[in-house]
């Protein structure tokens, strides 16, 4: 996979100082994407209506325990759900290019503020509502409202349903898997941990 490394080399350049791709870190990749993806298939239309709640979205924030892999994992599983649920609507595309770059830029900022790991997923969900939300009534019009226009309603439902996913589920997850027995259970079979617990 020569294109999968180099995009691996340039992300860690950017963000750990440019350590060698390991095949560890391309299957821990393979591993995100096909959980990230599959989550998302298997969930269906409520995954990526105006109105919903994209419960893989919990996996965005475990970029603070395992970097990269995460980062590339849940941006390439959102171009495979999205390009699934979306490419036959109309607009469609813009689900295909917008969502992952939502997802990419929401994990990388997770990472890079894994020492205030609670505040980076408050951070991603934020990111992932205004980008997501932006378009998405284009391509599922959300119920009428005399109050809000269609694209502040799906603003504020995307970034609450986001809140929940990523700052409460994906939060979660981040406090159970950083205990010291699961890390030590983690490092011992090879994988890189960014976070433990005594790091906060």
């Known amino acids: 996979m020569p294109g999968a490394s180099n995009l691996f080399r340039l992300i860690e350049s950017q963000f750990n100082g440019g350590e060698i791709v390991e095949s560890k870190d391309l299957a821990l990749t393979a591993l995100f994407i096909t959980l990230y993806s599959t989550l998302v298939i298997v969930q269906g239309i409520s995954a990526a209506a105006s109105i919903q709640i994209r419960f893989a979205d919990a996996l965005i924030p475990l970029s603070a325990l395992f970097g990269a892999p995460v980062i590339l994992g849940v941006t ?25 770059i939502a997802n990419m830029v929401a994990s990388a900022l997770i990472f890079k503020m894994r020492r205030k790991p609670l505040i980076g997923c ?28 269609p694209w502040l309603l799906s603003i504020l439902v995307i ?37 433990e617990e005594a790091d906060e």
């Open 76 to 100: 390439v599983g959102c171009v495979i759900s999205n390009i699934y649920l979306s490419a036959s609507v109309p607009y469609g595309f813009i689900d295909v290019i917008f969502g992952p």
């Open 122 to 149: 408050f951070l991603g969900a934020l990111i992932v509502g205004l980008i997501v939300g932006s378009y998405v009534w284009l391509l599922f019009p959300p119920v009428e409202s005399a109050i809000l226009p």
């Open 159 to 195: 970034t609450m349903s986001s809140l929940f996913a990523i700052g409460g589920l994906g939060y979660s997850l981040i406090k159970a898997l950083r205990k010291p027995n699961i890390a030590r259970f983690l490092k011992a079979h090879g994988l890189k941990i960014y976070l």
